[in-house]
Structures are given as structure tokens and as C-alpha cells.
């Protein structure tokens, strides 16, 4: 069975960083992109990052790009996302996500339960 | 910045057909956009139903399905039933690895 378990969410001070991991199970982790997505409280879906399968190249919105990193360690079937310079319109529930393929074309089918992060002085 | 386009709201009576679209603000949506719907209801985490336009996720009803209609993806339920009452949301591939969701659309059967 396909699982993607999200941590590392909590508090947060403006301008401080936080590191989400999330652990994969149930398939090939070494052959699949990632994504993480968010969703601020009472808002809609917003795609955050992603990373393809392998060597993993990585993507981001333009909303984070240069503040958060997404990694991936393969020999631990966990995906990371680095998020640093954190503001209040990051407050949002993080979502972990497997993607249905390798490639950065290949949209979402597995959703983890999310971890909340709250950036918040 | 590229807007992709989803109706706020949409009713349906039960055992009715519905089509919710997926647009772009600028330009027509294509299957090189792989456009991909999920389904949402309150405190739950996202479920897919569709991916690359018109491929259902496994165990999904086939009453879902996806398709290109003029220039919008589509996503059409058929025989609606009350618990389809979620939001759905749509995204867009815009292609150098980044993905566009849509704003949602809230679906009530009644």
C-alpha cells in the first residue's frame, strides 16, 4: 500500500525556517517525482515544489522560490522540504504527495494527511 | 501570471450530470497541460480522481470522468450522488516543472 507520512510542522516566528520530512512506503520511492502542496486555513490548493524521480531535479512556485528547498535522500525513502524566510502568508497545511510518475509532467495521485505549519510571532 | 480558471460554486440534483470546467485565464487548456482533478471535503486531505486529463485514479467511480471541451479541461459527474458534494480542484501542467491549481469549485447536490 502506497503511504506518504508528512512531519516536522509546528510554530514558527516570522522570519524563521523549518524542515518537513516525509516517509514513503509501499512503492519504489528511487522512481517517482514528489511534490508537496499547501493549503492556507479556509483557502484552496496551492502546488509549492516539486522534484522528479532519480537524481531529482527541483521546481518551485514563484511564491517560494528562493526561500524553500525540496530535496529528496533515496536510500531513506523520505522526501525534505527546507523552508527558510518564513512569513505569515506561508501559514498553511503542507501537503506531501506522490506524484504518478518520474517526470515533472506527472501530476499528483498519492496524498499523505499534511502537517500545519503556523508562522506567527 | 498565468490564472487557471475553475466556477466558485455549481448544484446538482442527485442522479444528475454535472461538468465542472478547468480554464485559462490566457490561452486553451490541452492535453500537453495533463490536466489533473481531485476531490476535497472538509478537514480531509485531497483525493485524485483524474490525471492526465481523462485517466482515473484507482478505485474512483467510472460516473467521474475528464476530457477536453473547447478549450477548457472538463470534468464530468454523472448520477451524482450526496456524498460528490466536496470541493473539486483542477491543475495545470505549465510546463518547466510547474503546476498551476486551479481556485476550486465548491459542488453542492441538492
Known amino acids: 500500500e502506497v503511504q506518504v507520512l508528512e512531519s516536522g510542522g509546528g510554530l514558527v516566528q516570522p522570519g524563521g525556517s523549518l524542515r518537513l520530512s516525509c516517509a514513503a512506503s509501499?512503492?519504489?520511492?528511487?522512481?517517482?517525482?514528489m511534490s508537496w502542496v499547501r493549503q492556507a486555513p479556509g483557502k484552496g490548493l496551492e502546488w509549492v515544489s516539486g522534484?522528479?524521480?532519480?537524481?531529482?531535479?527541483?521546481y518551485y512556485a514563484d511564491s517560494v522560490k528562493g526561500r524553500f528547498t525540496v530535496s529528496r535522500d533515496n536510500s531513506k525513502n523520505t522526501l525534505y522540504l527546507q523552508m527558510n524566510s518564513l512569513r505569515a502568508e506561508d501559514t498553511a497545511v503542507y501537503y506531501c504527495?506522490?506524484?504518478?510518475?518520474?517526470?515533472?509532467?506527472?501530476?499528483?495521485?498519492?496524498w499523505g494527511q499534511g502537517t500545519l505549519v503556523t508562522v506567527s510571532s | 501570471q498565468t490564472v487557471v480558471t475553475q466556477e466558485p460554486s455549481f448544484s446538482v440534483s442527485p442522479g444528475g450530470t454535472v461538468i465542472l470546467t478547468c480554464g485559462l485565464s490566457s490561452g486553451s487548456v490541452s492535453t500537453t497541460n495533463y490536466p489533473s482533478w481531485y476531490q476535497q471535503t472538509p478537514g480531509q486531505a485531497p483525493r485524485t480522481l483524474i490525471y492526465?486529463?481523462?485517466t482515473r485514479s484507482s478505485g474512483v467511480p467510472d460516473r467521474f470522468s475528464g476530457s477536453i471541451l473547447g478549450n477548457k479541461a472538463a470534468l464530468t459527474i454523472t448520477g451524482a450522488q450526496a456524498d460528490d458534494e466536496s470541493h473539486y480542484y483542477c491543475?495545470?501542467?505549465?510546463?518547466?516543472?510547474?503546476?498551476?491549481f486551479g481556485g476550486g469549485t465548491k459542488l453542492t447536490v441538492l
Open positions: 509501499g512503492f519504489s520511492f528511487n522512481n517517482y517525482g
Open positions: 504527495a506522490r506524484n504518478y510518475g518520474s517526470g515533472s509532467y506527472y501530476a499528483v495521485d498519492y
Open positions: 522534484v522528479s524521480g532519480g537524481v531529482g531535479s527541483a
Open positions: 491543475v495545470l501542467y505549465m510546463g518547466s516543472g510547474i503546476w498551476v
Open positions: 492526465s486529463t481523462n
